[in-house]
């Protein structure tokens, strides 16, 4: 995955921070991800062909992250506590907690 960085006036920034919380996205790069594949997705779906997201397990990823050698602790723990944090696994504990209440009733 590459990395972008882009300036945005302070209104604009404040406004994606809103729209990510009330959109139910963890993080802003989460949201503008989400946006430019509905763009694309839009526009020209001949051109581009967006893989869809397979969730493996934090652990395994730590793992893997660790055996390359290229990353620090700090950044390694980062990387899955924003995991954590993100729409995709949080949907998993959610239904995993919803579940579990279910099996109870």
Not at 32 to 43: A, G, L, P
Not at 79 to 88: A, M
Request: glycine share 2%.
């Amino acid at each position: 995955m590459t990395t972008m960085t882009i300036s945005l006036p302070d209104q604009i920034a404040r406004k994606i921070d809103e729209e990510t919380i009330k959109a139910g996205f963890a993080t802003r790069s989460e949201f503008i991800r989400n946006i430019v594949r509905q763009h694309f997705s839009d526009t020209d779906q001949r051109e581009f062909t967006f893989e869809e997201f397979t969730p493996i397990p934090l652990s395994q990823l730590q793992r893997d992250m660790e055996q390359t050698g290229n990353y620090n602790k700090k950044f390694i723990d980062s990387v899955i506590r924003g995991f954590r944090e993100s729409s995709l696994y949080a949907k998993k504990r959610s239904s995993f907690k919803t579940s579990k209440v279910s099996k109870r009733s």
